[in-house]
């Protein structure tokens, strides 16, 4: 079983920064793709950020220059890094993380069960 454990998030006012960690635990033979995503009430998830095994990341262009995402390969964990933060960043963000599945021999998307980021103006 994979799980992946999200942390980090909270309450801040506009112009605040906030840091979110997402941990794979599990039979974790090999990690591809991880990233963030957000959905915010009323609209579809949407990409924030990802990032490859090698370190590439991926931004949504509203977060591009605020946003960092990172990774540490040695922990399993991918971290988002979020400044100046505006009330529309307000979402549940939720991480994401393509592992390989030997039960059905190919890469497996696992979730995590997300968690709330609040910007108030």
């Known amino acids: 079983q994979v799980q992946l454990v999200e942390s980090g998030g909270g309450s801040v006012q506009a112009g605040g920064s906030l840091r979110l960690s997402c941990a794979a635990s599990?039979?974790?033979?090999?990690?591809?793709?991880m990233g963030w995503y957000r959905q915010a009430p009323g609209k579809q998830r949407e990409l924030v950020a990802d990032i490859t095994s090698g370190g590439s990341g991926n931004y949504l262009d509203s977060v591009q220059g605020r946003f960092t995402i990172s990774r540490d390969n040695a922990k399993n964990t991918v971290y988002l890094q979020m400044n100046s933060l505006k009330p529309e960043d307000t979402a549940v963000y939720f991480c994401?993380?393509?592992?390989?599945?030997?039960?059905?021999?190919?890469?497996?998307?696992?979730w995590g069960q997300g968690t709330q980021v609040t910007v108030s103006s």
């Open positions: 994401a993380a393509d592992i390989w599945n030997p039960t059905i021999f190919s890469v497996s998307r696992y």
């Open positions: 599990g039979r974790l033979i090999s990690i591809n793709d």
